[in-house]
């Protein structure tokens, strides 16, 4: 069974820096995509940065040039470099992972960013 572990969240101040990791276990494939999405409260989920196998990126327009994502296919594992955090990125970040039809999410790490 494919479980992603999430790891990183945590309360900074704004213009600090956090870096989430995500680790995917139970799988003998390499995911096509994988991704980091976020929900904030009253707020529907939305894609903030995904990375294919072979290392295309995309990210929402208000992160970019903040976060930076990236991937070790050997380790099944993504990342997501974020600097220069606002206020409005606070939220639960969450880990997803797909392969054709099959979609995996984690838990959820939550991000909070003081004023």
């Known amino acids: 069974q494919v479980q992603l572990v999430e790891s990183g969240g945590g309360l900074v101040q704004a213009g600090g820096s956090l870096r989430l990791s995500c680790a995917a276990s139970?799988?003998?494939?390499?995911?096509?995509?994988m991704g980091w999405y976020r929900q904030a409260p009253g707020k529907q989920r939305e894609l903030v940065a995904g990375?294919?196998?072979?290392?295309?990126?995309n990210y929402a327009d208000s992160v970019k040039g903040r976060f930076t994502i990236s991937r070790d296919n050997s380790k099944n594992t993504v990342y997501v470099q974020m600097n220069s955090l606002k206020p409005e990125d606070t939220a639960i970040y969450y880990c997803?992972?797909?392969?054709?039809?099959?979609?995996?999410w984690g838990q959820g790490t939550q991000v909070t960013v003081s004023s």
């Open positions: 997803n992972a797909a392969e054709g039809s099959r979609a995996y």
């Open positions: 139970g799988s003998t494939f390499r995911f096509n995509f």
């Open positions: 990375i294919t196998s072979g290392g295309r990126t």
